[in-house]
């Protein structure tokens, strides 16, 4: 029995993650995504697609016992749910080990390696200052996942009116 691949099912997030131009058998086995790549995809038009991918971020427990952790969630950075509302959907992603993963501390830095569902999940976890419901627009399930040594990435920029006032302090 052959089975058929639907391309405007695949298409979508094969574009989204950089990926057309080739044939999607003769991609290498995990294409690197960073989380700008799932801030670009739509979500809603790669619903049902799956691709394999590694991405690195920085891990929040939603099922762990003690040190193993069951089920994650991956953020962009790290504190991403603490004292701060969460980030967006596309920002989060659902991550399920497929063994259980030693964690070190909240929030470590990991690599995932798996196929990246594009799946609307709601998760209720318990963060510094009380319970969060956190939603996440894709999953990994059996994935592959490796502690790494990352920087938080640096901080937007953005035309704060507190910078204004520093501005001011410091001429005279």
């Known amino acids: 029995m052959m089975l058929r691949t639907d391309i405007r099912k695949v298409a979508p997030i094969a574009l989204a993650l950089g990926l057309a131009g080739s044939a999607l058998h003769a991609m290498p086995a995990a294409q690197r995504v960073g989380f700008d ?3 670009s995809l739509d979500a809603a038009a790669a619903e049902g697609t799956s691709q394999t ?22 953020f962009a950075a ?39 569902f594009s799946e609307h999940n709601r998760a209720q976890l ?5 319970v969060r419901v956190v939603e996440s627009a894709f999953r990994i399930s059996a994935a592959a996942v490796d502690a790494i040594d990352m920087r938080p990435p640096a901080p937007r920029t953005q035309d704060s009116p507190w910078k204004r006032l520093e501005n001011r302090k410091a001429q005279p």
Request: a negative charge.
């Open 126 to 130: 318990y963060v510094l200052d009380g």
């Open 78 to 116: 790290p504190g991403a749910c603490s004292h701060v509302a969460p980030p967006p959907a596309n920002q989060v992603v659902r991550v399920i080990p497929d063994r259980p993963f030693h964690a070190d501390h909240m929030y470590q830095s990991v690599s995932v390696s798996g196929t990246l």
């Open 53 to 74: 991918v590694e991405l690195r971020g920085f891990m929040l427990p939603a099922d762990q016992e003690g040190d193993l952790v069951y089920e994650f969630l991956l």
């Open 37 to 39: 790549d799932l801030r």
